[in-house]
């Protein structure tokens, strides 16, 4: 006789509060993405040209119950019905992701359900699973943010090798730094792209840095210099040097994608974070795809910076894996390689 088997429906709370954003999703096994909510501390830190962590670990405090409340309501989620809660253990701010921990573990604790520390950059990277065409194991993962420019071969979730990295300036701090140089203000890459409509790509020629030699690992700080520079000689030319800025960075990331593309033979590449918002880099990496026959994927334009729906996701599939902290330990960490996660 065969038996019925009926899956539980997993409803997964997720919590990202690793830097300037406070984010909640909620997961479920039956119907995905079913909430998300967003908190930007743009406005708080952009008198100080960037993020100032104690103001950000007090925000979060203000922000997180509040935004879960917003999301059970959105989904029609009572707090009973929650089968786990993620949370952002790290890469990022201790005091921001102290927050996070705290609160998703006493959550949990209360409930009576797991919880566990998701790896922010597991997050980003598992993003594009979130849109209806979902990329298909195993591909490169190109991820690019504030604080990390990582190629990555991925099996399959949980298994992440590191094939580059930044030796400096992540590529997201590249915009940053470069766009304060400009005068553009905090934050930098989304300003940066925006000048950078109106500059003209041949008038300046940047380096592609480390490109004329094998491997793939990047250096950004390069760049920013040879801006500054350029901005030194020819200080009304913002938007040529914010155009040559770009392009020299956006071509340097497809370079080196194309490469890892061909050192695993993998045909699919996944593109994630911040900086994946960037439509020029976008332009660049789907002329590269479609020349070399692999398909492209990239989160929606609203799940490429931080939010929580990434981390209500990656807590998903390993809470479905059976992994959690049984123990409610307030643990974060702040620095924390994808190589060390526990595969599924
Ligand atoms: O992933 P994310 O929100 O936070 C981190 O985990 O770091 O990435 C933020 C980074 C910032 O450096 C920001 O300037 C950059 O992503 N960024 C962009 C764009 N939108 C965000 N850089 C270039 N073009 C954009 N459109
Ligand atoms: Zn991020």
Redesign the pocket.
């Known amino acids: 006789m065969r038996r019925l088997v009926v899956k539980k429906n997993l409803i997964t709370l997720g919590i990202e509060s ?2 300037d ?1 406070t984010g909640i999703g909620i997961y479920s096994s039956n119907d995905g993405l079913i909430s998300h909510k967003l908190f930007s501390q743009v406005k708080l830190h952009a008198e100080y040209g960037g993020v100032v962590p104690e103001l950000a670990s007090r925000d979060h405090i203000q922000k997180t119950v509040p935004l879960i409340k917003e999301a059970l309501k959105e989904s029609s989620v009572k707090l009973n019905e929650l089968t786990g809660v993620a949370y952002t253990a790290g890469p ?1 701010l201790s005091g921001a992701l102290l927050v996070g921990s705290s609160i998703a573990q006493s959550l949990a604790w209360g409930l009576g359900i797991p919880a566990l520390g998701v790896h ?2 597991e997050g ?1 990277l598992l993003a594009p699973l979130l849109e209806e065409k979902k990329p298909e194991f195993p591909f490169v993962a190109l991820l ?5 420019t990582l190629l990555v071969d991925v099996p399959r979730i949980g298994e992440y090798k590191i094939l580059g990295e930044s030796l400096d300036d ?4 590249g ?2 730094k470069t ?1 304060k140089i400009l005068g553009l203000g905090y ?4 300003a ?2 925006n000048l950078a409509k109106k500059g003209d790509k041949d008038r300046f020629t940047f380096p592609r840095p480390m490109t004329d030699r094998p491997g793939l690992d990047f250096s950004f700080s390069g760049l920013k210099t040879f801006a500054r520079n350029t901005f030194f000689d020819f200080p009304h030319e913002k938007a040529n040097i914010a155009k040559a800025f ?1 392009v020299a960075a956006t071509e340097t990331l497809s370079i080196k994608c194309n490469r890892a593309l061909k050192h695993t033979g993998y045909k699919c590449l996944v593109v994630s ?3 994946s ?5 976008r332009e660049s990496l789907n002329k590269m795809c479609e020349e070399n026959d692999v398909s492209v994927f990239y989160p929606a334009l609203n799940f ?3 939010n929580g729906a990434m981390i209500a996701l990656a807590g998903h599939y390993r809470f479905l894996a059976g992994q959690s902290n049984q123990n409610y330990e307030i643990s974060i960490k702040p620095r924390w390689s994808l190589e060390e996660l526990q595969p599924l």
């Open positions: 690793s830097c954003e990022g922010h950059m980003h690019v943010s504030g604080g990390h992540a590529v997201g701090e915009f940053d766009a934050p930098g890459g989304p940066l792209a770009e974070g911040g900086v918002a960037n439509l020029s880099l490429c910076t931080d």
